[in-house]
C-alpha cells in the first residue's frame, strides 16, 4: 500500500462523511500531523477534487463529480441494468434500485422512479446500511466472506426499531436467502418502506450486484408476480453479463 495515496483517499472519504471540515478537524480524524494533511489536501485542491470555502474549511471538489460521471457512463453493470430497472418500475409500479457492495454498504448505480408522477429523489450515489436492506443483504448473503464487509461498519446501525443488526439473525436470513435466491427486508431503513432484491451474477457465477424493488410496507407479503418480476430482471441482467446460471434457479428454468 502506498501511504500518500492511502491518506488522499481517506481525506475523500472523510469529507464524503462529514460534507465540510476545517484542516485541524481533518487532522484529528487522521491522526495524522496538520503540515501532513496540508500537503496532501493542497495537492488534492489543485486536482479540482477538494475544494476550499471563505472560512478555510474544505469539502469535495467537482471533480468528484467528474469521475463519479465517469464511472457511471462506463460501469458494464449499470448499462447492462439500467433498461432491466426501468421494466421492472413499469411492469411493478414500484420504484427499482440497482447496488453494488461497498465495504458495509450498498452504493446504489441506478435508481428508477416510481412510475406513478409522483414527487421522488433519484438516489444514485446513496450508501445504504447493506445489513438493512435487501439489496445490501442478498449481496450479503453471497458473498466469500459476508462478516468481512460488515466488520468495517461494525457495531451494526439500528435505523429503526425493525432493522435486524444481531449476527445470528443475520445468518438466518443468509442461509435463505441462498436457499431461495430473493431477500426481504422490512422497514429496516425506513419505516413503511420494504424490499425486495435478487442478485446479479458474472460469466464466472460471482455475485455482482443485486436488483430490487421498494414497496409500501403495507402491501406486503409481496406478491408472487412482483417477485418473479425482480428474479426475472436479475437474470436478464445476469444472461447479458454471460451467466448462465442463477442462484435459487435451477439451469434448466
Same mark, same amino acid.
Given at each position: 500500500m502506498i501511504q500518500s495515496v492511502d491518506r488522499a483517499i481517506s481525506i475523500l472519504m472523510e469529507l464524503q462523511g462529514a460534507r465540510r471540515l476545517s484542516l485541524t478537524e481533518l487532522s484529528g480524524r487522521l491522526g495524522l500531523a496538520i503540515s501532513t494533511v496540508h500537503g496532501i489536501v493542497a495537492t488534492l485542491v489543485a486536482r479540482g477534487l477538494v475544494e476550499q470555502d471563505s472560512a478555510g474549511h474544505y469539502a469535495l471538489g467537482a471533480g468528484v463529480l467528474r469521475l463519479g460521471n465517469v464511472y457511471l457512463d462506463s460501469n458494464e453493470l449499470r448499462l447492462r441494468s439500467v433498461p432491466w430497472a426501468e421494466t421492472l418500475a413499469e411492469g411493478t409500479g414500484y420504484a427499482a434500485r440497482v447496488g453494488v457492495l461497498m465495504g458495509g454498504n450498498v452504493l446504489v448505480l441506478h435508481h428508477a422512479l416510481r412510475p406513478d408522477g409522483s414527487r421522488q429523489m433519484r438516489e444514485i450515489g446513496v450508501d445504504l446500511p447493506a445489513h438493512g436492506t435487501a439489496l445490501g443483504k442478498v449481496l450479503l448473503a453471497y458473498h466469500p466472506a459476508p462478516w468481512t464487509p460488515l466488520s468495517e461498519v461494525t457495531p451494526l446501525r439500528r435505523l429503526t426499531g425493525r432493522?435486524?443488526?444481531?449476527? $445470528?439473525?443475520?445468518?438466518?436470513?443468509? $442461509?435463505?436467502?441462498?436457499?431461495?435466491?430473493?431477500?426481504? $427486508?422490512? +422497514?429496516? %431503513?425506513?419505516?413503511?418502506?420494504?424490499?425486495?432484491?435478487?442478485? %446479479?451474477? !458474472? +460469466?464466472?457465477?460471482?455475485?455482482?450486484?443485486?436488483? =430490487?424493488?421498494?414497496?409500501?410496507?403495507?402491501?406486503?407479503?409481496? +406478491?408472487?408476480?412482483?417477485? !418473479?418480476?425482480?428474479?426475472?430482471?436479475? %437474470? =436478464? %441482467?445476469?444472461?447479458?453479463? =454471460?451467466?448462465?446460471?442463477?442462484? =435459487?434457479?435451477a439451469p434448466s428454468e
Amino acid at each position: 500500500m502506498i501511504q500518500s495515496v492511502d491518506r488522499a483517499i481517506s481525506i475523500l472519504m472523510e469529507l464524503q462523511g462529514a460534507r465540510r471540515l476545517s484542516l485541524t478537524e481533518l487532522s484529528g480524524r487522521l491522526g495524522l500531523a496538520i503540515s501532513t494533511v496540508h500537503g496532501i489536501v493542497a495537492t488534492l485542491v489543485a486536482r479540482g477534487l477538494v475544494e476550499q470555502d471563505s472560512a478555510g474549511h474544505y469539502a469535495l471538489g467537482a471533480g468528484v463529480l467528474r469521475l463519479g460521471n465517469v464511472y457511471l457512463d462506463s460501469n458494464e453493470l449499470r448499462l447492462r441494468s439500467v433498461p432491466w430497472a426501468e421494466t421492472l418500475a413499469e411492469g411493478t409500479g414500484y420504484a427499482a434500485r440497482v447496488g453494488v457492495l461497498m465495504g458495509g454498504n450498498v452504493l446504489v448505480l441506478h435508481h428508477a422512479l416510481r412510475p406513478d408522477g409522483s414527487r421522488q429523489m433519484r438516489e444514485i450515489g446513496v450508501d445504504l446500511p447493506a445489513h438493512g436492506t435487501a439489496l445490501g443483504k442478498v449481496l450479503l448473503a453471497y458473498h466469500p466472506a459476508p462478516w468481512t464487509p460488515l466488520s468495517e461498519v461494525t457495531p451494526l446501525r439500528r435505523l429503526t426499531g425493525r432493522t435486524v443488526v444481531e449476527l $445470528a439473525e443475520l445468518e438466518r436470513e443468509f $442461509a435463505t436467502i441462498r436457499v431461495e435466491g430473493i431477500a426481504h $427486508a422490512e +422497514d429496516e %431503513i425506513v419505516l413503511s418502506e420494504s424490499e425486495v432484491a435478487a442478485p %446479479i451474477v !458474472d +460469466d464466472t457465477g460471482v455475485s455482482v450486484g443485486a436488483i =430490487g424493488v421498494v414497496l409500501p410496507t403495507t402491501e406486503l407479503p409481496a +406478491d408472487r408476480a412482483t417477485i !418473479d418480476a425482480v428474479r426475472n430482471a436479475a %437474470i =436478464g %441482467i445476469s444472461r447479458e453479463l =454471460g451467466a448462465t446460471t442463477w442462484p =435459487g434457479v435451477a439451469p434448466s428454468e
